[in-house]
């Protein structure tokens, strides 16, 4: 297989995908989230921490988002 293209925003639909997440679960929909009909504080935790790590790796550049196309030899 040939590389013939590949774009990348450097991590930028990353961290405002997931930096909305998780402004959405700490601060938008926390209460409703941890409330009875929500996922639960255990969950929503785990959620959190979650999206730190995704947060942390598109801050340092080790993950990116972009598409690429092959061509087969």
Do not use: P
Request: charge should be positive; proline fraction near 0%.
């Amino acid at each position: 297989m040939k590389k013939i293209l590949a774009h990348t925003d450097g991590g930028q639909a990353i961290t405002r995908h997931f930096g909305m997440q998780l402004y959405s679960a700490t601060v938008v929909n926390k209460e409703n989230l941890e409330g009875a009909q929500g996922c639960g504080k255990m969950w929503l935790d785990y959620k959190i921490n979650g999206l730190y790590v995704w947060l942390d790796l598109s801050g340092r550049n080790l993950i990116e988002e972009g598409f690429f196309v092959y061509k087969k030899k």
